[in-house]
Nanobody, 123 residues
Framework: QVQLVESGGGLVQAGGSLRLSCAASGRTFSSVYMGWFRQAPGKERDFVAAITWSSGVTYYAESVKGRFTISRDNAKNTVYLQMNSLKPEDTAVYYC????????????????WGQGTQVTVSS
């Protein structure tokens, strides 16, 4: 129903910036929330940020608030995560996700996932 492909990950020094992109295809009009999650080695997958597809309302984890910005371009079917002031603890595999129904929290129960892109922040 919805296919997601992430890009833009890489290696960056602490204090630097990266922009991740998520290209969506399929029934993108069905997406209620588009989100970013991350998983560091040995840790659980954590919520990072989300945006409503139709109106652009944004949500952020406290650990990234003020440093990361989520945005979307509906015409291009693309969601972005601008990451500034990166810290070594931001190192993780970052996943794009889509939620196509309204029930539940913006941070839970996403039903479509991308393959992930590695972000490594050196100190």
């Amino acid at each position: 129903q919805v296919q997601l492909v992430e890009s833009g990950g890489g290696l960056v020094q602490a204090g630097g910036s990266l922009r991740l992109s998520c290209a969506a295809s399929g029934r993108t009009f069905s997406s209620v929330y588009m989100g970013w999650f991350r998983q560091a080695p040995g840790k659980e997958r954590d919520f990072v940020a989300a945006i409503t597809w139709s109106s652009g309302v944004t949500y952020y984890a406290e650990s990234v608030k003020g440093r990361f910005t989520i945005s979307r371009d509906n015409a291009k079917n693309t969601v972005y995560l601008q990451m500034n002031s990166l810290k070594p603890e931001d190192t993780a595999v970052y996943y794009c996700a889509s939620k196509t129904y309204y029930t539940g929290s913006y941070s839970q129960s996403y039903n479509y996932w991308g393959q992930g892109t590695q972000v490594t922040v050196s100190s």
